[in-house]
């Protein structure tokens, strides 16, 4: 399975962009990039994915490095409500999702 | 719309009980997953049915069984429950089971095994 790396936690001020780092140094040319997270005592809630383009919608952006071997998760304004445990993880063509332990966005005001 | 619903969200057991997890979706989807996941980690993919008929392991399938019943249903059994099973279990679904589709979770079942 294609693994990835993302840091265990990171902090942010309300209403400031915030960028979340994720490496996957193994991704093959078929893996999606897909981002996920959790808010306390739910289940996972989709954010967003790419291949190989930058993509937008309007939860966040997505930047991925020209070589693949790594993206960011951008908040583009952090609110208190974005304070959540996100998931970085590749979608390996037709099978399942395989999470990480994630990073946890800790959002102050 | 309800999305994906899971039943029961908490239950209790004793060592040796059994017990069914259920999971619907209403979006008529083809794909759907079962994780689960310990405290301060994240999810493991335990069975996963790609689409209506088919089922298939995933990482940690030891000690539950699943059933496909129809393309709106897919329960969990914990045939003889233990105490490492104790967990939140999460039910999710998807269009395909392809790289570029999202997935749909529910809101969890939380299983304690004393």
Known sequence: ?109 | NAGVTQTPKFQVLKTGQSMTLQCAQDMNHNSMYWYRQDPGMGLRLIYYSASEGTTDKGEVPNGYNVSRLNKREFSLRLESAAPSQTSVYFCASSELSFGDRELFFGEGSRLTVL
């Open chain 1, 1 to 109: 399975d294609a693994k990835t790396t993302q840091p265990n936690s990171m902090e942010s001020n309300e209403e400031e962009p915030v960028h979340l780092p994720c490496n996957h140094s193994t991704i093959s040319g078929t893996d999606y990039i897909h981002w996920y997270r959790q808010l306390p005592s739910q289940g996972p809630e989709y954010v967003i994915h790419g291949l190989t383009s930058n993509v937008n919608n309007r939860m966040a952006s997505l930047a991925i490095a020209e070589d693949r071997k790594s993206s960011t998760l951008i908040l583009h304004r952090a609110t208190l409500r974005d304070a959540a445990v996100y998931y970085c993880i590749l979608k390996e063509g037709f099978q399942k999702l395989v999470f990480g332990t994630g990073t946890r966005l800790l959002v102050s005001p």
